[in-house]
């Protein structure tokens, strides 16, 4: 009976009851999954130095899961804000600021529900975040656009404002494709492919008929 009760206890001994979970992009220990007693500043600094290595890696686009494992939408929001500030105009024909949020969130969504049509192997929000960020390129452009227009306008410069959307416009699509061409299947990514195409277009068109 001893010898049945010493090794039921050394049994038991041997049986862990702990374990480790391992999540994509998350933490692993309990000082950093625990953010409570964080300072705001730090919570902020962090939060910030992530979208900045999402805005880095849709600049020099690479072989890269970040944007898909560690998704948000602040960069996107961002983006959407900058873009309609910067276009919205006093004149009419110009866009307003709800015009240029409606085009930029519900063109995401149209895309997005496209690819999870076609059987894309990605959620919603990870498409949505990817082609918000890749729109950094044409935001930049944008911004070129807009000191250039303080110029009295030429044909020259039009050229060089159509030359930078262009650059842009290849940009967005060709980071966009890189991050979300390997989540639809070999026959379908033509289909997946233009309507972010034609996304990126209509936000292109948008930037260089702001002449204001």
């Not at 849709?58 to 804000?81: F, H, Q, R």
């Not at 500030?85 to 529900?113: H, K, R």
């Not at 975040?129 to 452009?141: D, E, K, N, Q, S």
């Amino acid at each position: 009976m001893a010898d049945v009760d010493f090794h039921s206890k050394q049994d038991d001994s041997d049986l862990s009851l702990e374990g480790e979970i391992t999540v994509p992009g998350v933490a692993k220990s309990d000082d950093e999954l625990s953010t409570l007693d964080e300072p705001v500043k730090d919570t902020v600094m962090r939060d910030l130095r992530a979208i900045g290595t999402k805005f880095f890696h849709v600049l020099y686009p690479k072989t890269s899961k970040t944007l898909l494992k560690e998704w948000d939408l602040w960069g996107p929001l961002i983006l959407c804000v900058y873009m309609a500030m910067m276009l919205q105009g006093n004149t009419s024909g110009q866009p307003e600021f709800a015009e240029v949020f409606v085009i930029y969130w519900i063109g995401a969504v149209i895309v997005t529900l496209n690819t999870k049509l076609l059987g894309g192997n990605i959620s919603f929000f990870q498409s949505v975040c990817v082609l918000g960020y890749c729109v950094c390129p044409l935001a930049v452009a944008l911004s070129v656009c807009r000191i250039i227009l303080i110029a009295n306008q030429t044909t020259a410069l039009f050229v060089v404002r159509f030359l930078f959307v262009i650059a842009g416009f290849a940009w967005s699509t060709f980071a966009s494709t890189a991050f979300l061409g390997d989540v639809q299947a070999r026959n379908r990514k033509v289909l997946s492919v233009y309507p972010i195409f034609l996304f990126y277009f209509i936000i292109s068109w948008l930037i260089i008929s702001h002449t204001h």
